[in-house]
């Protein structure tokens, strides 16, 4: 069985990082400029690195499928960006942050990428702050915090409802500074298609320009994938329609290893799917979490509104079940209890498949707080309403309104239905310390990477991550190999490595276009997300997992005889990118429901029902399961396993518990 080395620096702990960036190889100004680097993906990971390389003096080529980097997926993010500033004085720290990042992810995670992450996550708030980002200030000027789930503090920086669009605004406008400056060359509409490799390194890939159908290769002396999650699987997700697996599928077939598949973190507060018309989810931030109480009516099938259900007739199970961090459990968690609370019976809307996340407290006490701050000792309950909501709006308005203008209920004056939805993947290509895949030269950088998060994310940590990837790690690693490749000229793209690999995409584009089935694309992508979200979604089982293998290799096969795609190939042809995605899908489908199969435990968001506590937690198996997965394409529909053991030698493991 191959060794994973994951070249994780010698020393303690809170050292590795400073002690590797003191001695990591260099490359000198003169060579950097003889270096090219290609950079798929212009979201915040995408975007931060491209901009630092070039910064650096490497010349950098930008490829993104949409018209412009702003459209990337990482504007949906909401509710904020984690740091170790301890701003609040309430007992944070780098530490602190490591280990809630470390316990939260079921302890799944390399302790010595956690840790850097948490180290570096100060300097990004101060990146951002310098070029404009508008965080969230307090009266007296410094920068506002808020508390998100599997925390004790409030560590979360925030711009509004908004804040991955803004950090986004930041990272983009270094970016355009430096195409404004010749370092860097944007390919928009552009998707890559393959990785090319030569004599084992990656030294390239292969795109096709969306409005032309026309194929292109580019040449790399590295290449870094910065394309986000693979949600989308699932169909029905809170990701952006684009977001898709496709460039992280084509390098895995060309010798990266998939990590850990099955980890998939369901978001608790999504608005809930209200028909079969959807094609995706709308999320609701987790800060929402901070001031709202989730809860069900304590009666099983209550058909009354909710405002018409008194005080001690609600169940507010979060705070009844984990009331030391009551509604502001993980995100796996809360989840979970709200997939048992409507599954039991006590769901509420007309599909009754929702819960309440109710905001008339926080309204009342934020009102009162203002009444006091003015001087009011008699207010009335108008005043203190209108107050409170006031407060409300300027926190959280711009999610308020989105809500309202989706269900058309206001969430001012009745609570919000929410419901658990397929949000962030902490699986992705295995990378080492350097963020670098089993492929030389080729690289992984944010949620297209497994490193940080193990078997669930934080809220407030891909965005930390992202940034931290392509601002303060990259720019020292990728230095490791490049510093051996600066007598590398630049290879021809008309050698026969990249001629043979365009070959194949061309091939690949027009087997597709020659099924002329009779069922379009979408038939096959909701087959798969619904055997997806039933089988391997909140809750998997052995029994389950087996017959869902089995089905989606007849799905595949189906797609394969009688997927329908118009058009033409050589033009602007979005059926034919969606159909070579969700040929992709399947095929990762297939492997997702193989590792969560192959993992007799359950741990943070992989849930095998087989395995758990008396009181339906996640049972763990430390003895055989802590390590990270990492999944060796061999041929179709065949994997072989490789492991990388996790070592704990900071804290001690233990049975998560946020009671």
């Known amino acids: 069985m191959t060794k994973l080395d994951a070249k994780i620096p010698e020393g303690a702990l809170a050292d590795k990082w400073t002690k590797y960036r003191s001695s990591v190889s260099l490359v000198n100004p003169a060579n950097k400029r003889s270096l090219e680097i290609i950079v798929v993906g212009s979201g915040l990971a995408g975007a931060s690195a491209a901009a630092s390389l070039a910064e650096l003096g490497y010349k950098v080529k930008v490829f993104c499928f949409q018209d412009s980097p702003r459209r990337a997926h990482s504007i949906a993010a909401q509710g904020g960006i984690n740091a170790a500033k301890n701003y609040q004085n309430d007992g944070d720290s780098v530490y602190r942050l490591f280990y809630d990042t470390i316990k939260g992810g079921d302890y799944r995670a390399r302790e010595a990428n956690v840790h850097r992450l948490s180290e570096v996550s100060g300097s990004i708030i101060d990146q951002c702050v310098a070029q404009g980002v508008p965080f969230a200030r307090e009266y007296g000027g410094l920068l506002s915090n808020r508390s998100f789930g599997g925390t004790q503090v409030q560590r979360t920086f925030y711009a509004a409802g908004q804040t991955g669009q803004q950090l986004l605004l930041g990272a983009y406008s ?38 032309t159908g026309a194929l292109e290769r580019h040449f790399g002396h590295a290449v870094l994938l910065c394309t986000g999650g693979y949600g989308n699987v699932f169909y029905l997700s809170t990701n952006a329609m684009g977001s898709n697996v496709t460039a992280a599928w084509k390098a895995h077939k060309k010798g990266a290893f998939f990590a850990n598949p099955c980890y998939t973190q369901i978001h608790p507060t999504c608005i809930p799917v209200s028909g079969d018309h959807q094609s995706k989810l709308t999320l609701m931030s987790e800060s929402l979490r901070n001031d709202g109480r989730i809860w069900v009516p304590k009666k099983q099938n209550d058909n009354r509104k909710a405002n018409e259900i008194p005080e001690d007739e609600r169940d507010y199970y979060l705070e009844r079940r984990y009331p030391a961090f009551g509604n502001l459990v993980p995100r796996d968690i809360a989840s979970r209890a709200a997939k048992e609370r409507c599954d039991a019976g006590y769901g509420v809307g007309t599909s009754k498949m929702a819960v309440y996340l109710d905001y008339a407290a926080a309204i009342i006490r934020y009102g009162k707080g203002e009444a006091n701050k003015n001087n009011m000792h008699n207010p009335s309950d108008e005043e203190i309403q209108a107050m409170g909501k006031a407060v409300v709006k300027e926190k959280y308005g711009n999610l308020f309104d989105m809500y309202k203008q989706i269900t058309g209920e206001d969430p001012y004056e009745v609570p919000m239905r929410i419901y658990p939805a397929v949000h962030y993947t902490m699986g992705g290509l295995w990378v080492d310390y350097n963020l670098m895949t089993t492929v030389p030269g080729l690289y992984a950088l944010g949620e297209a990477n497994f490193s940080d998060h193990g078997a669930n994310r934080l809220g407030a940590s891909a965005l930390m991550q992202g940034l931290a990837d392509g601002y303060f790690v990259i720019p020292y690693t990728i230095g490791a190999y490049l510093a051996s490749e600066i007598r590398t000229p630049a290879m021809s793209t008309d050698s026969e490595d990249f001629v043979a690999a365009e070959k194949a995409v061309r091939d690949r584009l027009e087997t597709l276009m020659n099924i002329k089935g009779n069922k379009p694309v979408d038939y096959f992508h909701k087959r798969l997300g619904k055997i997806m979200w039933d089988e391997c979604g909140m809750a998997r089982s052995a029994e389950g997992l087996k017959a869902s293998i089995k089905e989606i290799q007849a799905l595949q096969k189906e797609f394969w005889s009688d997927v329908k795609i118009p058009g033409e190939i050589d033009n602007l042809n979005p059926e034919l990118e969606k159909a070579g995605r969700v040929a992709d899908f399947l095929e990762l489908g297939e492997l997702m429901c193989i590792d969560a199969l192959d993992r007799n435990e359950s741990c943070g968001g992989h849930f095998r029902t087989e395995y758990q506590t008396e009181d339906g937690e996640a049972l763990r198996d430390d003895e055989k399961y802590a390590y990270v997965a990492a999944w060796e394409y061999e041929k179709q529909s065949t994997f072989k396993l490789h492991k990388e053991e996790l070592k704990y030698e900071n804290i001690k493991i233990a049975q998560r518990s946020y009671k």
Request: without cysteine.
């Open 174 to 211: 270094a970016l355009q500074r430096q195409v404004g400056m010749g370092n860097v060359k944007m390919y928009t509409r552009h998707e890559m298609l393959d990785v090319v490799t030569i004599d084992g390194k990656a030294r390239g890939i292969i795109a096709r320009d969306s409005v």
